[in-house]
């Protein structure tokens, strides 16, 4: 990954699922991506065949850590 690649759905409702819990996934507005690190507002934590949980203040993650982003559409 080049360290100038930017998300285009920054300022977006994404989920991200991750490489080390494929059964775990965070959902937010992704607020910031900055040297390598994003930043999720308004977080959720997303289990299978649970309800999301909601996250105090921000989650800021390295992308070595995010499988792939889905945009969720209103």
């Not at 959902?27 to 690190?37: D, E, K, N, S």
């Not at 649970?50 to 850590?65: C, F, N």
Request: glycine letters at 6%; a positive charge; charged letters at 20%.
């Amino acid at each position: 990954m080049r360290w100038w690649w930017r998300p285009p759905c920054v300022l977006q409702r994404v989920i991200v699922n991750l490489v080390d819990s494929p059964d775990n996934a965070l959902q937010g507005v992704l607020w910031r991506y900055r040297w390598g690190w994003i930043t999720l507002r308004d977080a959720a934590a997303l289990a299978a065949g649970q309800q999301p949980t909601k996250i105090d203040g921000e989650v800021v993650l390295h992308v070595s850590r995010v499988a792939y982003f889905q945009v969720v559409t209103p």
